[in-house]
């Protein structure tokens, strides 16, 4: 038990700190830099870690197994939207982002529906309040949607950044 509340602890300290880091930079304006995967590799391979242990443990039933899915949608459905809610633009030959507002409302929205689909699945299991894949999966949830967002804003600032067309002369 002791190692699951460590896990548990361990988790919400490092999603509220991934958390907190990325709407810090909804604030800031920022030139757009290549996408990287890194991040999101490293995210994503402690999701996949931590819903592995759940399962070893025998966590994890048929039900928590649609859970996770729609889970992973949604956060790839709000990364798009953030993605496109960001505000992107070129300056002197760079790309430049802002999330401002509309994006945190994204973020609050899309992460309480991600508690919200934990809440339900777990009282339908017979369970009271956050189930455990909820929480096991709130790594692979970051790691998707920031993901998507960066992905998003990164074909928007080569968009951007593509010269236009060169007008047709118009012959009278």
Not at 61 to 87: C, H, I, N, P
Not at 118 to 129: F, I, P, R
Not at 130 to 142: C, F, N, T
Request: net charge positive; with cysteine; charged share 10%.
């Amino acid at each position: 038990m002791t190692s699951t509340l460590t896990l548990s602890l361990a988790t919400a300290v490092l999603a509220a700190a991934v958390l907190a880091w990325a709407v810090v930079r909804q604030f800031q304006t920022r030139p757009v830099e290549q996408f990287k995967a890194r991040l999101f590799l490293i995210l994503g391979a402690i999701g996949v870690w931590q819903v592995a242990r759940l399962a070893d443990a025998g966590g994890m039933q048929a039900a928590d197994a649609v859970e996770l899915t729609a889970s992973l949608l949604l956060a790839a459905v709000f990364g798009w939207l953030r993605g496109w809610a960001a505000t992107v633009w070129a300056h002197n030959g760079a790309a430049y982002r802002r999330g401002g507002w509309p994006v945190i409302g994204l973020w609050a929205a899309g992460l309480a529906i991600h508690v919200i689909v934990d809440v339900l699945a777990a009282v339908a299991d017979g369970h009271h309040g956050l189930g455990p894949v909820g929480s096991a999966s709130i790594m692979l949830y970051l790691a998707a949607t920031l993901g998507l967002q960066s992905w998003i804003i990164q074909r928007r600032a080569d968009e951007v950044l593509r010269p236009a067309p060169a007008a047709e002369a118009v012959c009278a």
